[in-house]
C-alpha cells in the first residue's frame, strides 16, 4: 500500500491519475491517516484553516473512500499537516 509521510507545515498531493488529456482512469480512492494531524482537499492550496482553502479534518484510522461508477476522482488529492503525519493510500484504476 502506497505511503506518505508529510512534514509538519506542508502539502503533499496523492497524484492525478489524468495524463496529456487521456480520459481519467482512477474510480476509487481510499486513503487513511496513521497517525499525526491531516487536512485533505482539491485545491493545492489546503491548510489546517482559512476563509477559502480549508481542508476537511482527518480522524486517525477513519478511512476517506471516494468511490462512484459515475463519477471520475482521477484530479489529485491534497493534504495539509500542520505538525507531520503518515498517510497510507489506495487506489482503484479503471
Known sequence: MP???ISAGVTVSIPSTQRLNVPATRKG???TLISGDAFWGW???VTASGATDAGIPM???APVLLHSET???SAAVN???AGGCV???QELLQ
Open 79 to 81: 493534504i495539509f499537516s
Open 3 to 5: 505511503k506518505l509521510t
Open 87 to 89: 498517510i497510507n493510500y
Open 71 to 73: 463519477f471520475d476522482f
Open 43 to 45: 485545491t493545492p492550496t
Open 29 to 31: 480512492l481510499v486513503f
Open 59 to 61: 480522524a486517525a484510522g
